[in-house]
């Protein structure tokens, strides 16, 4: 996971040296833009805060750009997905299953993919595979509007865990 900033450096430092962190917790660039811009902030729960509100603040292609910062569900991080990929290894570690249930996450995300254009996305820290999987399934339901405010919402509750790991 990147370096653990304090709150006080998330309020003075440059910003340079504060987007390789931020851009762990949220790979779109315009979402750090304006958490800096929000500075300073009065306490830890004031920036997580910031920050939801600025993820859910992102139009369309901007959450396709931070959409495409995350790995699939039950793959493991790399490349494309390096910002975040301690953060994700962590918060999947309960996605570990079966082969069973790996091949249906598998066959969800690809379905899902194809549905709504983009990385299926879920807070994965506090749930097991079949927690996941259940809801993989029931948001294949969703209109795509639907979806889509259901995936930003999901992208907000991620960035603000991993902003809180970063802050504390």
């Known amino acids: 996971m990147p370096d653990h900033l304090t709150l006080d450096r998330l309020n003075t430092a440059p910003p340079d040296e504060l987007r390789p962190a931020l ?87 690809a379905a899902y993919e194809q549905r709504f254009g983009h990385v299926f996305l879920i807070r994965a820290a506090g749930r097991d595979a079949g927690q996941i999987l259940a809801e993989l399934e029931r948001r294949l339901g969703n209109d795509p509007a639907a979806e889509r405010a259901e995936a930003a919402g999901q992208l907000a509750e991620i960035t603000a865990l991993r902003m809180r ?4």
């Open 23 to 109: 851009r762990a917790c949220a790979t779109s660039p315009v979402w750090a833009d304006r958490l800096l811009a929000g500075r300073p902030y009065g306490s830890v729960d004031y920036a997580v805060a910031a920050a939801e509100k600025a993820v859910l603040a992102l139009d369309s292609a901007e959450i396709d750009a931070a959409l495409a910062g995350h790995p699939r569900i039950g793959e493991r991080p790399g490349g494309a997905h390096a910002d975040g990929a301690a953060f994700s290894r962590s918060e999947q570690s309960g996605v570990d299953s079966g082969a069973d249930t790996a091949a249906r996450l598998a066959a969800g995300n």
């Open 165 to 168: 790991q970063v802050l504390a």
